[in-house]
């Protein structure tokens, strides 16, 4: 068990994780919903599909995941001879924990005749389960590279699913998966904040339920909206997505101004995700020194689910499609 308590009064943090990534041959993987400390210190910020990306390619000994637990697996299953370590093991996912196994295996079964296209943010053995996994920065990618006929499961998020059935025009079958992050937006509230700014765009992530997702000006991951944070013309952008994003956005254009999107309290404390929140610097620190709590998966387990990220991999680079989701 990681021993938290024996941290010498005065350390410093920082001194020391970088002490051990260079004595560890660790890389820090983050993610743009951690708090501005650990995106800060990583070796790489990114999306789901750029952190999978770097996961693969790194050749490190250890990598560091400050995420939630479906991206250390992603990291352990694309690269099975790295140490992957989660500073805190129980950062888990309300669309992991929508999609139990058994339940999408039965859900399956029901349609044979359907392949399932799997949101990343879910279990391996949903992966093991599926046919194609994408991120919300793949999605429209590889989605465009299946033929029309072709009948899909999508899971878990509903409202992906649904964004993307809305803007391809094609049904698909939805699992009734939700954020919990995203859901809690409130249309009033931003209705009363968009009065406020009536010129400020609002950018919003594809997990938003679609009474949110109607007013937004651009839709897309969280690299999407960082891009369109870094081109869109005028001072105040409107952001409905995990506001430690705003973080990476003030580094690069101090001179804007950006406005979390409210949830039903009219501030946008309650759409900080609570279990990326369970990531902290010393909990960082703790998982280098003692290489601990370290993601483990059975090897055949693995490699099932290795086939459905695999052919995300393959699939998004592809130049078909726009590459991500963009302006609506
Ligand atoms: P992306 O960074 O791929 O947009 O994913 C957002 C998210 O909710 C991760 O949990
Ligand atoms: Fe899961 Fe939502 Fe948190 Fe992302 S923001 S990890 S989708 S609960």
């Not at 999306?47 to 995941?65: N, W, Y």
């Not at 590279?145 to 059935?165: A, V, W």
């Not at 651009?218 to 869109?232: D, E, R």
């Amino acid at each position: 068990m990681t021993d938290q308590t024996a941290l010498p009064a005065g350390t410093d943090l920082i001194e020391e994780i970088n002490r051990l990534r260079k004595e560890k041959n660790a890389v820090i993987l983050a993610h743009y919903y951690q708090t501005p400390d650990l995106q800060d210190i990583a070796d790489f910020v990114g999306d789901s599909l750029e952190l999978s990306r770097k996961a693969a390619e790194t050749d490190a000994d250890v990598i560091a995941f400050c995420g939630v637990k479906f991206m250390a697996e992603t990291a352990k299953i694309l690269s099975p001879e790295k140490i992957v370590v989660l500073p805190d093991m129980e950062a888990g996912c309300s669309l992991e924990d929508s999609c139990p196994p058994e339940k999408f295996a039965a859900f399956r079964a029901q349609h044979p005749d359907h392949i399932a296209l799997t949101y990343i943010n879910c279990s391996t053995e949903v992966k093991a389960l599926s046919d194609i996994i994408v991120t919300s920065s793949s999605a429209e990618t590889i989605l465009a590279q299946i033929p029309e006929d072709q009948k899909i499961i999508f899971g878990p998020d509903r409202h992906l699913g649904g964004y993307l059935s809305r803007k391809f025009n094609r049904e698909m079958l939805l699992w009734p998966g939700v954020c919990i992050v995203h859901e809690a937006f409130s249309e009033k509230e931003l209705l009363k904040l968009k009065e406020q700014h009536p010129d400020a765009p609002i950018a919003a992530h594809p997990e938003c339920p679609p009474h949110i997702l109607d007013h937004a000006d651009h839709v897309g991951s969280t690299s999407s909206i960082l891009n369109f944070a870094k081109t869109f013309e005028g001072d105040t952008l409107i952001v409905a997505t995990e506001p430690h994003i705003i973080h990476q956005m003030e580094k690069a254009l101090p001179e804007k101004t950006f406005i979390g999107a409210p949830g039903a309290d009219g501030n946008c404390s309650c759409n900080i995700c609570p279990y990326m929140a369970l990531n902290t610097m010393e909990k960082l620190y703790a998982c280098l020194r003692d290489l601990e709590p370290r993601i483990e998966i059975e090897e055949q387990l693995r490699l099932d689910a290795k086939k459905s990220l695999d052919r995300m991999l393959e699939m998004a680079s592809a130049t078909v499609g726009k590459g991500d989701l963009g302006a609506r």
